[in-house]
């Protein structure tokens, strides 16, 4: 599915009345992200770049679930972003995505794809 199909039909799932619920919750399903990579290492006694690895390949059920959970949260997070972009009257594929990779884009051409600072 394209974003422009998507964003349409993710924003008829939007229940709540106030526009930063959007917002918080985008930050609440990004620690979600992180929070199941974290828990994965430490119960299974490897770093977070282990556990990555081990959900992008997965080979035993518990890598399977990681990688599961991992894509449910990721999906979560793409909502909260769509909802987020459509409060702010934004295309999530026109303006959000082919802007980010412009910006990118840009910033490979310029030699400074790698640094710190927006504005780079």
């Keep these: 599915m394209n974003l422009n199909t998507y964003q349409p039909i993710a924003n008829d799932f ?3 009345e106030h526009p930063d ?10 620690g979600e992200v992180s929070d199941k990579l974290a828990k994965f290492g430490r119960k299974h006694g490897v770093s977070i770049n ?3 690895r081990a959900a992008a390949n997965p080979h035993t059920d518990a890598e399977f679930k990681l990688r599961e959970d991992l894509q449910k949260e990721l999906g979560d ?4 972003v769509s909802r987020c ?3 702010l009257c ?3 594929g026109a303006d959000i995505a082919d802007g980010n990779i ?5 910033r490979a051409d310029r ?3 790698i640094g710190e600072g927006d504005n780079r």
């Design 14 to 16: 939007a229940k709540h």
């Design 21 to 30: 619920y959007a917002f918080t919750g985008l930050f609440a399903e990004a």
């Design 50 to 52: 282990t556990a990555i």
């Design 77 to 80: 997070v793409l909502w909260f």
């Design 85 to 87: 972009a459509s409060i």
């Design 90 to 92: 934004m295309d999530l």
């Design 102 to 106: 412009r910006k990118l884009k840009d």
């Design 111 to 113: 030699g400074v794809i």
